[in-house]
């Protein structure tokens, strides 16, 4: 063993050569010593051993992953590099870092893995969970100019978990007196109201090896009911001064869910992802109340579900246009929380070509009005990524249905070989909505002779068949197959491909821009020498609708030295239009780029020359382009780029200024000098006011901007974009109105503020397009005012306005103050909200100036709304001989809604409010006195309806509770009476708890 200091190796292959020479400089001996420095993963081997693969609600799952290189050599201690994981798994350092910087988490970095030790493992730890199941986690790997992306699956087990059992039970009978403050409803004629529910949560082992998770409500309403029980942070009070967490265990939107699990298989009743996710062309991701099971070994995996569902699935594609929203989907009936937002960025000259893929988080990345059908995003999405390739947002979602239910069923089954070398799947799927039904059969497979080498193949159909007349693509059977082989050797890389996808294939969830299409083509890259590399590219690709076809073949010699490349090369395009006009292109290709000032500035230059005056292809025009990327730190780059496209069709400007963040190390909240002393619980404040920034100033202070930009300064036909689906390479963008191009500038900053006990976030937008002007701002703070009480506020406005003069505007504003000091008998909860929503030269049935769904009102229209709630509680306390006991309970509410509405020259406003308060004194353990009263105050105090009485109430046993009441006043509202009774007479009322010691002590 020797060891060498104080010398500089690249990555791979090193050859360390050390002289020893005598007092005279004769040489007497020469070391050699040849060292492989691993610095870029290609490959990834799950190590269960070393895994915590436990979905218990309290350990953190941890998934351990040895990394290699293209030499299959462990890369070095200390790499990070990020990740992906599917909802509604987290990793933990997401939520470790939104507790300790509140309102900004992450800021723009991605969570990481990080390797520990010389052995190549890396550890990715995840937040704890109770989804237990399959999980898969996806490795995105950058060496050089390749790319590639590995997927590991592993099984999370529920670990032994002891007995819970939570659950209440209660009823009311009243006596119904009626007279003037009564309101007669139709359906009640009986003097006699009565009133039940039941509610149950159970977990536990039943006969040992199986898990039961049970969770019954019988006061629970479908279309009351949140998909997947998640429940907006903002929907109640925003802050609670503590640090107390919400998850969600047995999610269903009926009033039963029923799961049951051993290792490695589950089967439920209730919420769940299909998670058909792993084959391309087969792919199944819809969101579903019903039945499902799977399991998982070392080798065979199965998976099966069925569901009755009223709804139907919808995907869109969404061009980045410089802002962070809001986005306009297409419609507002979407069902809550069965979304999938993902932000997708595609080759600009081959759409087919995914470059990086990323699963967003609600709450966290993005956030989503429901009612408007909008989306917004915690930091800007431009139009391109850094390398000018179009940025996508896919959405897919469920829509509401209005009709009657419909089957929809599927499953898929996987085999992989001992060595798992081979991995073998079959896909079946039914998909049925109200006006068509679709079938699809898939088989793919996957087979990996060794670490360098992959080979892929799939195949699937569908058959489509029409319920209603007007049903689209539908009555026909379409194929779909894709054959690709790919290498990645010490010396060369290769990806050879072919692919065909027919007009009218799938089941709605595939690329729009690949349908009806066949492409096939080889991609190389070969090392000549450690410093000189060829690439050359060749592919076809056929639009089978149209009969267009485009030819193309590129080379490019690369030569680099440490701070400094040059490459030369040429490219070839052919594309035969609809019409059958030929456009050539052949280019001579130039570049450099060079590292200033020990790298923190990197300059790029590169142009495209016509050779023969050939620069006819809309997508290859002569081109000329500079770029240039500052290290603010050596995790963040502020880029910018700006590019000339000078062609025979086309003549374009394109600017981007933006912040590329490596992936996150963990540095910025390890340090205890940077964590906060907020009790508010992170994740929770963070999904109510947080915004993602990019430029660390100093500790307290972190900045961003964006500029995106796109000219083209003659326009171009559309008979020469060789597929309208795909954004043209320079000048290209896809309008919510099906425009290829619009010329606009969008311009945005932000700033970040974190102090001991407090946070600001800001953000302002501005866009200004040919077809619509836009711009916004939004601030947020949050205050630590003393231990158990805290502050929060948020501000917005967005305005927006296009080309026929037709406007938006939302103007949000809310502030919430909560008090609860751990000694202090006093506490409260308050919310304070307005909310402006106006448009003025509205079209009933066109869309807005953002786009999506069409207006439902004409002319001008102004709604506003103010909302506040308070909650008060007062628990004085006795002290007899040193013991501490509660002498009684005094709550206060207050809710108050103001409304005005405006259409045209017509006014609609109103206040209303509605007061309530309970008092009780304990006159001893079992027996205690008290009142309630309720009023209930219509449109400007035009109605006013009340209710109170006293009441005694007994607690017979521990965890039981009867109250026998009067109210001398009352009326009857629906609204209240899952809460209090509130009709005028006599009433009883029982609530009774029970939980696994209930169950114990009577020998269960």
Same mark, same amino acid.
């Given at each position: 063993?020797?060891?060498?200091?104080?010398?500089?190796?690249?990555?791979?292959?090193?050859?360390?050569?050390?002289?020893?020479?005598?007092?005279?400089?004769?040489?007497?001996?020469?070391?050699?010593?040849?060292?492989?420095?691993?610095?870029?993963?290609?490959?990834?081997?799950?190590?269960?051993?070393?895994?915590?693969?436990?979905?218990?609600?309290?350990?953190?799952?941890?998934?351990?992953?040895?990394?290699?290189?293209?030499?299959?050599?462990?890369?070095?201690?200390?790499?990070?590099?990020?990740?992906?994981?599917?909802?509604?798994?987290?990793?933990?350092?997401?939520?470790?870092?939104?507790?300790?910087?509140?309102?900004?988490?992450?800021?723009?970095?991605?969570?990481?893995?990080?390797?520990?030790?010389?052995?190549?493992?890396?550890?990715?730890?995840?937040?704890?969970?109770?989804?237990?199941?399959?999980?898969?986690?996806?490795?995105?790997?950058?060496?050089?100019?390749?790319?590639?992306?590995?997927?590991?699956?592993?099984?999370?087990?529920?670990?032994?978990?002891?007995?819970?059992?939570?659950?209440?039970?209660?009823?009311?009978?009243?006596?119904?007196?009626?007279?003037?403050? !009564?309101?007669? $409803? #139709?359906? %009640?004629? =009986?003097?006699?109201?009565?009133?039940? /529910?039941? *509610?149950?949560?159970?977990?536990? +082992?039943?006969?040992?090896?199986? !898990?039961?998770? $049970? #969770?019954? %409500?019988? =006061?629970?309403?479908?279309?009351?009911? /949140?998909? *997947?029980?998640?429940?907006?942070? +903002?929907?109640?009070?925003?802050?609670?001064?503590?640090?107390?967490?919400?998850?969600?265990?047995?999610?269903?939107?009926? /009033?039963?869910?029923?799961?049951?699990?051993?290792?490695?298989?589950?089967?439920?009743?209730?919420?769940?992802?299909?998670?058909?996710?792993?084959?391309?062309?087969?792919?199944?991701?819809?969101?579903?109340?019903?039945?499902?099971?799977?399991?998982?070994?070392?080798?065979?995996?199965?998976?099966?579900?069925?569901?009755?569902?009223?709804?139907?699935?919808?995907?869109?594609?969404?061009?980045?246009?410089?802002?962070?929203?809001?986005?306009?989907?297409?419609?507002?009936?979407?069902?809550?929380?069965?979304?999938?937002?993902?932000?997708?960025?595609?080759?600009?000259?081959?759409?087919?070509?995914?470059?990086?893929?990323?699963?967003?988080?609600?709450?966290?990345?993005?956030?989503?009005?429901?009612?408007?059908?909008?989306?917004?995003?915690?930091?800007?999405?431009?139009?391109?990524?850094?390398?000018?390739?179009?940025?996508?947002?896919?959405?897919?979602?469920?829509?509401?249905?209005?009709?009657?239910?419909?089957?929809?069923?599927?499953?898929?089954?996987?085999?992989?070989?001992?060595?798992?070398?081979?991995?073998?799947?079959?896909?079946?799927?039914?998909?049925?909505?109200?006006?068509?039904?679709?079938?699809?059969?898939?088989?793919?497979?996957?087979?990996?002779?060794?670490?360098?080498?992959?080979?892929?193949?799939?195949?699937?159909?569908?058959?489509?068949?029409?319920?209603?007349?007007?049903?689209?693509?539908?009555?026909?059977?379409?194929?779909?197959?894709?054959?690709?082989?790919?290498?990645?050797?010490?010396?060369?890389?290769?990806?050879?491909?072919?692919?065909?996808?027919?007009?009218?294939?799938?089941?709605?969830?595939?690329?729009?821009?690949?349908?009806?299409?066949?492409?096939?083509?080889?991609?190389?890259?070969?090392?000549?020498?450690?410093?000189?590399?060829?690439?050359?590219?060749?592919?076809?690709?056929?639009?089978?609708?149209?009969?267009?076809?485009?030819?193309?073949?590129?080379?490019?010699?690369?030569?680099?030295?440490?701070?400094?490349?040059?490459?030369?090369?040429?490219?070839?395009?052919?594309?035969?239009?609809?019409?059958?006009?030929?456009?050539?292109?052949?280019?001579?290709?130039?570049?450099?780029?060079?590292?200033?000032?020990?790298?923190?500035?990197?300059?790029?230059?590169?142009?495209?020359?016509?050779?023969?005056?050939?620069?006819?292809?809309?997508?290859?025009?002569?081109?000329?382009?500079?770029?240039?990327?500052?290290?603010?730190?050596?995790?963040?780059?502020?880029?910018?780029?700006?590019?000339?496209?000078?062609?025979?069709?086309?003549?374009?400007?394109?600017?981007?200024?933006?912040?590329?963040?490596?992936?996150?190390?963990?540095?910025?909240?390890?340090?205890?000098?940077?964590?906060?002393?907020?009790?508010?619980?992170?994740?929770?404040?963070?999904?109510?006011?947080?915004?993602?920034?990019?430029?660390?100033?100093?500790?307290?202070?972190?900045?961003?901007?964006?500029?995106?930009?796109?000219?083209?300064?003659?326009?171009?036909?559309?008979?020469?974009?060789?597929?309208?689906?795909?954004?043209?390479?320079?000048?290209?963008?896809?309008?919510?109105?099906?425009?290829?191009?619009?010329?606009?500038?969008?311009?945005?900053?932000?700033?970040?503020?974190?102090?001991?006990?407090?946070?600001?976030?800001?953000?302002?937008?501005?866009?200004?397009?040919?077809?619509?002007?836009?711009?916004?701002?939004?601030?947020?703070?949050?205050?630590?005012?003393?231990?158990?009480?805290?502050?929060?506020?948020?501000?917005?406005?967005?305005?927006?306005?296009?080309?026929?003069?037709?406007?938006?505007?939302?103007?949000?504003?809310?502030?919430?103050?909560?008090?609860?000091?751990?000694?202090?008998?006093?506490?409260?909860?308050?919310?304070?909200?307005?909310?402006?929503?106006?448009?003025?030269?509205?079209?009933?049935?066109?869309?807005?100036?953002?786009?999506?769904?069409?207006?439902?009102?004409?002319?001008?229209?102004?709604?506003?709304?103010?909302?506040?709630?308070?909650?008060?509680?007062?628990?004085?306390?006795?002290?007899?001989?040193?013991?501490?006991?509660?002498?009684?309970?005094?709550?206060?509410?207050?809710?108050?809604?103001?409304?005005?509405?405006?259409?045209?020259?017509?006014?609609?406003?109103?206040?209303?409010?509605?007061?309530?308060?309970?008092?009780?004194?304990?006159?001893?353990?079992?027996?205690?006195?008290?009142?309630?009263?309720?009023?209930?105050?219509?449109?400007?105090?035009?109605?006013?309806?009340?209710?109170?009485?006293?009441?005694?109430?007994?607690?017979?046993?521990?965890?039981?509770?009867?109250?026998?009441?009067?109210?001398?006043?009352?009326?009857?509202?629906?609204?209240?009476?899952?809460?209090?009774?509130?009709?005028?007479?006599?009433?009883?009322?029982?609530?009774?708890?029970?939980?696994?010691?209930?169950?114990?002590?009577?020998?269960?």
């Amino acid at each position: 063993m020797s060891v060498w200091r104080g010398i500089e190796i690249q990555d791979r292959g090193n050859t360390l050569v050390a002289r020893v020479l005598d007092d005279k400089g004769a040489l007497v001996q020469e070391l050699t010593r040849k060292v492989h420095y691993a610095g870029s993963p290609l490959n990834a081997e799950l190590l269960k051993d070393r895994s915590i693969l436990i979905a218990d609600g309290v350990t953190r799952p941890v998934i351990a992953v040895r990394l290699t290189d293209r030499d299959g050599r462990p890369v070095h201690n200390g790499l990070v590099g990020d990740f992906n994981v599917p909802a509604p798994y987290t990793p933990a350092v997401e939520v470790d870092a939104q507790q300790a910087n509140q309102l900004s988490g992450l800021e723009r970095g991605a969570p990481v893995w990080r390797v520990e030790g010389d052995d190549g493992v890396a550890y990715v730890e995840l937040s704890p969970t109770t989804a237990s199941g399959s999980l898969s986690v996806t490795f995105p790997f950058r060496d050089g100019e390749t790319t590639r992306e590995q997927r590991i699956e592993t099984w999370l087990d529920p670990g032994n978990r002891p007995w819970t059992v939570v659950g209440f039970a209660a009823g009311t009978l009243g006596f119904n007196t009626l007279d003037e403050r !009564l309101e007669d $409803l #139709a359906d %009640d004629d =009986d003097n006699i109201n009565v009133d039940g /529910r039941i *509610a149950l949560y159970a977990k536990g +082992r039943v006969t040992g090896k199986w !898990l039961m998770t $049970l #969770a019954y %409500d019988s =006061d629970k309403q479908e279309d009351e009911t /949140r998909f *997947a029980g998640i429940i907006d942070p +903002r929907r109640y009070y925003t802050v609670y001064a503590d640090r107390s967490e919400q998850r969600y265990d047995a999610a269903s939107v009926r /009033r039963l869910y029923l799961k049951l699990e051993r290792p490695q298989f589950y089967a439920l009743f209730g919420d769940y992802e299909t998670g058909i996710d792993e084959p391309e062309l087969a792919r199944y991701q819809r969101s579903f109340n019903g039945i499902k099971a799977e399991y998982r070994n070392d080798q065979l995996s199965a998976l099966a579900f069925g569901a009755d569902s009223p709804n139907r699935f919808r995907r869109e594609e969404i061009q980045g246009n410089g802002l962070s929203g809001p986005y306009a989907l297409a419609t507002r009936d979407i069902l809550a929380n069965s979304e999938r937002i993902t932000l997708e960025t595609r080759d600009r000259l081959r759409s087919d070509r995914i470059i990086e893929t990323r699963q967003l988080s609600r709450h966290i990345d993005y956030d989503i009005d429901y009612l408007a059908g909008t989306l917004r995003f915690r930091e800007p999405i431009l139009s391109r990524g850094s390398g000018l390739d179009p940025q996508f947002i896919i959405a897919e979602y469920e829509v509401l249905g209005v009709g009657g239910r419909d089957l929809n069923a599927g499953g898929r089954v996987t085999y992989k070989s001992k060595d798992e070398k081979l991995k073998i799947g079959a896909t079946a799927i039914h998909d049925e909505n109200e006006s068509s039904k679709t079938d699809l059969l898939g088989v793919d497979v996957r087979y990996r002779p060794d670490l360098k080498t992959e080979i892929r193949a799939e195949l699937a159909t569908t058959d489509n068949e029409a319920k209603t007349a007007n049903a689209a693509n539908t009555g026909n059977s379409a194929t779909a197959w894709l054959v690709e082989a790919e290498h990645h050797g010490s010396k060369f890389d290769v990806l050879a491909y072919v692919r065909r996808q027919s007009a009218g294939f799938g089941l709605g969830q595939l690329n729009a821009s690949e349908s009806g299409t066949r492409k096939f083509g080889i991609d190389t890259r070969v090392r000549l020498r450690d410093n000189l590399s060829l690439a050359a590219t060749a592919y076809q690709e056929n639009f089978l609708s149209t009969g267009a076809r485009r030819r193309v073949a590129t080379g490019e010699l690369e030569y680099r030295t440490d701070d400094t490349s040059f490459r030369a090369g040429l490219a070839h395009a052919e594309d035969r239009l609809t019409d059958g006009t030929v456009n050539r292109s052949t280019l001579a290709r130039l570049g450099a780029t060079q590292r200033l000032f020990d790298g923190k500035l990197e300059l790029d230059a590169q142009t495209e020359f016509a050779l023969g005056g050939q620069d006819e292809s809309i997508d290859f025009p002569a081109r000329h382009s500079l770029t240039a990327r500052y290290s603010i730190t050596n995790d963040i780059k502020l880029v910018g780029t700006y590019e000339i496209a000078d062609g025979e069709n086309i003549d374009a400007r394109t600017a981007r200024i933006g912040v590329e963040v490596a992936p996150w190390a963990g540095g910025r909240i390890v340090s205890s000098i940077n964590q906060q002393e907020i009790t508010e619980y992170g994740p929770r404040t963070f999904a109510a006011y947080g915004l993602t920034q990019s430029i660390p100033l100093d500790e307290k202070w972190t900045i961003d901007l964006s500029l995106d930009g796109n000219k083209t300064l003659r326009g171009f036909q559309r008979s020469d974009v060789i597929n309208t689906q795909q954004p043209v390479a320079s000048g290209g963008f896809l309008g919510n109105d099906a425009t290829l191009t619009e010329d606009f500038v969008a311009v945005t900053a932000g700033a970040t503020f974190r102090d001991d006990d407090w946070s600001w976030v800001s953000r302002g937008e501005y866009r200004d397009g040919d077809i619509s002007e836009r711009y916004g701002f939004t601030t947020a703070v949050l205050k630590q005012i003393g231990e158990g009480s805290a502050l929060g506020a948020l501000g917005s406005i967005f305005v927006a306005k296009d080309e026929t003069g037709t406007s938006t505007r939302v103007i949000e504003a809310e502030g919430s103050w909560a008090y609860r000091p751990a000694e202090s008998q006093w506490s409260w909860l308050e919310k304070l909200e307005f909310r402006e929503d106006r448009v003025r030269n509205a079209t009933a049935g066109l869309a807005g100036p953002i786009g999506g769904a069409p207006l439902l009102v004409s002319g001008d229209v102004t709604s506003r709304r103010i909302i506040n709630s308070l909650s008060v509680n007062y628990t004085p306390i006795d002290e007899d001989d040193g013991i501490v006991t509660e002498a009684g309970e005094y709550s206060f509410f207050w809710g108050s809604r103001y409304v005005f509405d405006k259409f045209g020259q017509d006014d609609v406003k109103g206040w209303s409010n509605v007061i309530g308060a309970d008092i009780k004194f304990d006159l001893n353990d079992t027996i205690d006195i008290g009142g309630q009263a309720t009023a209930r105050i219509g449109t400007d105090f035009d109605s006013v309806a009340y209710s109170g009485g006293p009441s005694v109430g007994i607690t017979p046993f521990k965890n039981g509770y009867i109250s026998v009441g009067y109210n001398v006043v009352g009326f009857a509202d629906r609204d209240f009476e899952e809460s209090r009774y509130t009709r005028d007479g006599p009433f009883i009322t029982f609530r009774l708890k029970f939980d696994q010691e209930t169950f114990s002590s009577l020998g269960l």
